[in-house]
């Protein structure tokens, strides 16, 4: 079946680390995006990426970075840059029409 | 600027109706749809309108009206399974990037 992973599950960041998110999708989708959520709040947009290669920076793009070199996959990379990185971070695809989104299942990222 | 608004929270009891109610402000529009979420698990894609009129899936159901900039997601039959919190989002294509817009999301709450 086609479907988006995320892993690890949960992943604890000690001070000064960089942690790495990943997020692979098979329903060959071009768009895919990441996204925080803090609890009981909405979905903020971190970086989104339209097609390989290229990214744009979401709302919240400050202490993040990502790349998309393979259509496959879209990690995002938390860095010691982002002092508040405790959230619940959520990968999504879509086709070129952007709605719907498809998501994975998430990362709970904590701070050691 | 571009935003949704949509209730913070709801409270039913099971058997009952509810309805969800979203208002947009956007500069273009491609549509609006309507995601659920349980408590600690991803968004999943319930339903999508572009034209005027209510699109029907079983015991969900969501409204469209596009002159009134206003939409509203309709579950009838509620089950304490609906417990949820459930997004409003719409197409956010300002300049050259397509992205999603997101309300901040209503939580529902069925009682028995």
């Known amino acids: 079946d086609g479907g988006i992973t995320q892993s690890p599950k949960y992943l604890f960041r000690k001070e000064g680390q960089n942690v790495t998110l990943s997020c692979e999708q098979n329903?060959?989708?071009?768009?895919m995006y990441w996204y925080r959520q803090d609890p009981g709040q909405g979905l903020r947009l971190i970086y989104y990426?339209?097609?390989?290669?290229?990214?744009q920076k979401g709302d919240i793009a400050e202490g993040y970075s990502v790349s998309r070199e393979k259509k496959e996959s879209f990690p995002l990379t938390v860095t010691s840059a982002q002092k508040n990185p405790t959230a619940f971070y959520l990968c999504a695809s879509s086709a070129q029409e952007v709605q719907p989104q498809h998501f994975g299942d998430g990362t709970r990222l904590s701070i050691l | 600027g571009q935003s949704l608004e949509q209730p913070s929270e709801v409270t039913a009891v099971e058997g009952a109706i509810v309805q969800i109610n979203c208002t947009y402000q956007?500069?273009?529009?491609?549509?609006l749809s309507w995601y659920q979420q349980h408590d600690g698990g991803a968004p999943t894609f319930l339903s999508y309108n572009a034209l005027d009129g209510l699109e029907e899936t079983g015991r969900f159901s969501s409204f469209l009206s596009r002159s009134d900039s206003y939409g509203y997601l309709l579950l009838q039959e509620l089950q304490m399974k609906d417990s949820a919190s459930y997004f409003c989002a719409v197409r956010d294509d300002a300049g050259n990037n397509r992205k999603l817009i997101w309300g901040l999301g209503t939580s529902l709450a069925v009682n028995p």
């Open positions: 956007t500069s273009g529009f491609y549509g």
């Open positions: 329903l060959n989708h071009d768009a």
């Open positions: 990426s339209q097609i390989v290669n290229d990214f």
